[in-house]
């Protein structure tokens, strides 16, 4: 199984950008997808999850203006990032918990992650 990030960049303050994470591989069921970002020297902090049921949480910070969505037929998540600010700078990953088609056995996958930065 592998999960596949895209769409990070460089966006002024305000602008907006769409993230995207698709899993590949033997895969049975994917339960709840997470979104976390990373900046040097600090955690990894959670910015959103969605589950299968397509229920939503968001870190304070980013409510409001980040918003999470699955394609349950494309294993693919999706975070819409809007009014964006440069404290959103960071490496954002993906993650997905997923059952293995082949031994069913759930385990939690993580995509590259993808860089955003966002200018004054």
């Known amino acids: 199984v592998q999960l596949q990030a895209s769409g990070g960049g460089l966006v002024q303050a305000g602008g907006s950008l769409r993230l995207s994470c698709a899993a590949s591989?033997?895969?049975?069921?994917?339960?709840?997808w997470g979104w976390y970002r990373q900046t040097p020297g600090k955690e990894r902090e959670l910015v959103a999850t969605?589950?299968?049921?397509?229920?939503?949480n968001y870190a304070n910070s980013v409510k409001g203006r980040l918003t999470a969505s699955r394609d349950s037929a494309k294993n693919t998540a999706y975070l819409q990032m809007n009014n964006l600010k440069p404290d959103d700078t960071a490496v954002y990953y993906c993650n997905a918990q997923i059952i293995d088609s082949k031994t069913f056995y759930d385990n939690f996958y993580w995509g590259q992650g993808t860089q955003v930065t966002v200018s004054s």
């Open positions: 969605i589950t299968s049921t397509g229920r939503t």
């Open positions: 591989g033997s895969i049975a069921k994917i339960n709840n």
